[in-house]
């Protein structure tokens, strides 16, 4: 089975503070893999230094079986990763559509035609069930709408690697079971998937294992319902954790 991401030692240091500190993991070709922890963990840093928005302070990123640490975010775009941000950061100025359109003309190597990404972000919105105009100001979309428009932006790049950042926050009953129908489907076409998530519901439902952070050290990791017994990571952060 192919290794989509490894990490070996990452680490991620600001002022001598330890964010990150030598976790090695991995994820596999097809696998929904959920990495959780408290607030303050380190998780989104991880996800930033994977990314190339933030490069890890000493070692190594692995993507596709080739080292890419330290590579800035369009370089892994261009290779095939995308993700989506816990605040999602559209252009505000610019139309549902035109978001979209921008990740699928330049989130490839291989830039698109504006005609053909016209299609491309036609068919995300579709996809993530989107639900509103496309004419739409972005400025004008609430957060969950904004959420939605994060997702789609990032699938409009053709990834084959996606990192979802709390993606779940703010939803609640059946808007919660509409995502997680989403991200399968995601999954189904053939797309692997890193995410952060909080919400218990969205985690154990879709995560075939899961990764835990705790003050920048992972505790634990393994198949999903093992690692939710576990007493340590009970202790640190699932006893706490938000259900709803």
Do not use: W
């Not at 369009?74 to 290779?79: A, K, V, Y």
């Not at 639900?131 to 400025?139: A, F, H, I, V």
């Amino acid at each position: 089975m192919m290794r989509v991401l490894e990490t070996k030692g990452l680490s991620k240091y600001f002022d001598g503070l330890k964010a990150v500190d030598n976790v090695s993991m991995y994820v596999n070709e097809g696998e929904i893999v959920g990495l959780i922890g408290p607030n303050g963990a380190g998780k989104t840093t991880f996800l930033n230094a994977i990314a190339g928005l933030d490069p890890p302070t000493a070692g190594s990123v692995y993507f596709l079986g080739e080292e890419t640490t330290g590579l800035p975010p369009e370089e892994m775009c261009h290779r095939g990763l995308s993700r989506t941000f816990q605040i999602p950061r559209p252009f505000p100025k610019m139309t549902v559509i035109e978001n979209v359109m921008v990740a699928g003309i330049f989130g490839e190597r291989r830039q698109r035609k504006v005609s053909e990404a016209v299609s491309v972000a036609r068919e995300k919105l579709e996809f993530v069930e989107f639900g509103m105009p496309e004419n739409m100001l972005t400025e004008k979309l609430n957060a969950v709408q904004l959420k939605r428009l994060d997702l789609a932006r990032a699938l409009a790049s053709s990834p084959r690697f996606l990192l979802l950042d709390e993606l779940a926050s703010g939803l609640r009953g059946a808007e919660l079971e509409e995502l997680m129908n989403i991200i399968r489907r995601i999954r189904d076409s053939g797309i692997t998937i890193l995410m952060i998530e909080h919400i218990m519901q969205v985690i154990m439902g879709l995560s075939d294992r899961l990764v835990v952070l705790n003050f920048g050290n992972k505790i634990a990791e393994g198949p999903t319902m093992e690692v939710a017994r576990d007493p340590v990571v009970n202790e640190a952060y699932l006893g706490n954790a938000s259900t709803n």
